[in-house]
């Protein structure tokens, strides 16, 4: 997010219309236009930029340089905008001598409300060293969110960043997705034995300006003979989705597949996926049941886990004396003795092969082909996937979507090659879920919003995590305990630190509130770092303070006994609610920086009620009030 870095204040920027001859939607694109001062028509720009006369590709272009580390200007104007809406953008760039932490010059495209408030952003990496030759840096945006009216593009290098670069024909287009997107079907692996199917089409109507009510849709079931064997007519069309339950108990054992037909007057769509009926349910030793929990070994499991550097061995044994109870190993052991040693600790772990993709950044020297990745994971299942630590493979980590069709074959071989256990993705993109959909069976999202933007991020990511899946998939979050100057060096640094107390508590409680079956906060090796600006000791005992308080309720978390509703009219207090052992517990989360006093309306009655941690409750005929702390969480025990 650029706005809180800027020495630049842009609030005086001309909006610009929608209306060009070529689709660009930035206004004097080849800076050839200027005004009275001089400066390039359209632009608002910081004092190291400069228009540079036919230096371009084919005319002028944009010149940039800096000296100074502690000076961060940019070159940026506005572009109306509406809700739904999805941008192409970028620029082509040239750098000399562009050196610091970050990735230096490169474009960014961000969300604004009609108070100026920042919602949000897409930032492509950069080119820093030497780039002589233009480069183009590109990106594909997420749907711009409600309540946002104003695109922001801007030309800059990262924070930190000196040296030189040149900007050339930057542009942003409106981009047209197709009307149909992936379908997804609620049972595990699309593997049922019940007489209904659930599914959901994600479609893109708000983006194609297209209303529900002038669409139609018909979904199909073919069996492997290529017989239509079910049609249906579409209902319930949304803007973004349409969800069915289509009666199979007619259909005998086999595999199946569901189509999905949508039409309007000007655009047609399709999209398939296949499904297994199965005479008898076998999903094997670690999958996702249909509340969304994690069954291994035949008993519910909530992974309470760590990023990890590595499975070393002093580390095992200080998690596993902790309350956490399973870690992602980025170097994950490569024997079965390493294997070992996380089950002698206690713990399970989630193996990575999140790199094995020939060509991306952190990919194995010894993978150079498709062939290559394939023979690296299979040695790796063969290996490991009888072993009872592991619970689920970690395969992709933030990768792009322009990579779906491999990232969509990645989780079908691992699904061939081990059915015994789930595969999890992490992305920050989480604006885009449903655009992954069939490359996971278990998705999670990674907000890091400390200090820039605030605790309560966790919970916006998290709704918008669970409901881009169509609430079909269990989520597993990635909550920040690190501090950001653990990555950021120099200038880029200042005003870092890492979560409070308080904040780790609220972030963890927020994600599980909307939804999160799972929490595997990023990241415990940081915690061990000089920047992350407080000892390992201090920083560990507050890691697991927090942990404990989930540890706790685990049980109670797990429970799929039906459950009251609540009701809170305050903002951004958050709830969800169980059923255990005869009693109702109610999480109520604050997540306001400032106390607040909030009444709780519970859809049962109750005699008793008493606080499993946070504020005592004061009981009334069918609510009860809480006087919350700033950040603070409160799990409340119902006894009817």
């Known amino acids: 997010m650029l706005k809180h870095h800027s020495a630049l204040t842009i609030f005086f920027l001309v909006c610009i219309s929608f209306l060009y001859a070529d689709d660009n939607l930035i206004a004097n694109h080849d800076f050839s236009q200027f005004e009275g001062n001089g400066k390039p028509a359209g632009w608002v720009m910081g004092s190291n930029f400069s228009v540079l006369i036919n230096g371009g590709e084919n005319g002028n272009c944009l010149a940039f340089e800096n000296k100074s580390p502690e000076t961060y200007h940019l070159c940026v104007q506005n572009i109306n905008c509406r809700p739904g809406d999805i941008f192409v953008f970028g620029t082509y760039v040239k750098t000399e001598n562009m050196t610091g932490e970050d990735s230096g010059a490169t474009v960014c495209l961000e969300w604004y409300d009609k108070d100026g408030k920042f919602r949000g952003g897409d930032y492509p990496s950069g080119k820093k060293g030497n780039t002589p030759n233009w480069t183009l840096i590109h990106m594909r945006s997420g749907q711009v969110p409600e309540g946002v009216n104003t695109a922001r593009f801007a030309l800059y290098a990262r924070k930190g960043m000196v040296g030189k670069a040149w900007f050339d024909r930057p542009y942003c287009r409106l981009f047209q997705p197709e009307l149909v997107g992936p379908i997804s079907v609620a049972p595990y692996r699309g593997i049922t034995d019940g ?68 039409e309007c007057k000007s655009k047609k769509g399709s999209a398939q996926r296949t499904f297994t009926k199965a005479a008898k349910l076998d999903y094997g030793r670690c999958y996702i049941d249909e509340y969304k929990r994690l069954i291994a070994d035949g008993q519910p499991f909530f992974p309470l886990g760590l990023y990890v550097s590595n499975a070393a061995e002093a580390d095992l044994k200080v998690i596993g004396a902790s309350p956490f109870n399973c870690i992602m190993a980025y170097g994950p052991p490569g024997n079965i ?70 990232l969509v074959a990645r989780r079908d071989l691992m699904e061939k090659l081990d059915p015994d256990h789930p595969t999890w993705v992490v992305l920050y993109q989480y604006t885009q879920i449903s655009e992954y959909l069939n490359s996971f069976d278990i998705i999670g999202t990674d907000p890091y919003p400390i200090p820039g933007k605030g605790a309560y991020e966790a919970a916006r990511w998290t709704r918008m995590t669970r409901d881009g899946a169509f609430k079909h998939y269990a989520v597993w979050q990635v909550p920040q305990i690190f501090n950001w100057a653990c990555y950021r060096k120099g200038p880029a640094a200042i005003g870092c630190r890492k979560p409070t107390l308080a904040e780790i508590k609220c972030m963890f409680w927020l994600c599980i509130a909307n939804g999160a079956n799972g929490l595997i906060p990023y990241s415990y090796y940081d915690l061990k770092k000089p920047a992350n600006g407080v000892p390992f000791e201090e920083a560990w005992a507050e890691v697991c303070e927090a942990g404990e308080m989930v540890k706790k309720q685990i049980p109670v978390l797990l429970s799929v ?17 169980w059923h255990y052992n005869g009693a109702d517990y109610v999480l109520v989360v604050n997540g306001n920086d400032k106390p607040v006093e909030v009444e709780v309306t519970v859809g049962a009655t109750a005699t008793k009620a008493t606080a499993e941690f946070g504020p005592a409750p004061t009981l009334k005929s069918n609510s009860f009030t809480l006087k919350l702390a700033g950040f603070e969480p409160a799990f409340v025990k119902l006894v009817p």
Not at 563 to 574: F, G, H, L, Y
Request: net charge negative.
């Open 195 to 262: 007489k209904e199917l659930e599914i959901t089409v994600a479609l893109n109507l708000r983006p194609l300006r297209i209303e529900p009510k002038d669409v139609s849709g018909q979904f199909e079931i073919v069996d492997a003979a290529g017989k239509t064997v079910l049609t249906q007519k579409a209902e319930g069309i949304e803007l973004t989705q349409c969800t069915a339950k289509l009666d199979i108990a007619p259909l005998l054992a086999g595999k199946y597949t569901v189509k999905a037909n949508f």
């Open 337 to 406: 003795e390493g294997m070992d040693k996380i089950s002698e600790n206690g713990l399970k772990i989630i193996y990575s092969i999140k790199d094995a993709y020939p060509g991306t950044k952190w990919c194995p020297k010894s993978i150079n082909t498709d062939e290559d990745a394939v023979n690296f994971i299979e040695k790796r299942v063969k290996d490991f996937a009888k072993h009872p630590a592991l619970i689920a493979w970690y395969i992709n980590d933030e990768l792009p979507l322009s990579m779906i069709d491999k």
């Open 561 to 577: 006994e039906p459950a009251p509703t609540v009701s809170v009219n305050a903002e951004k207090i958050d709830t969800r609610t």
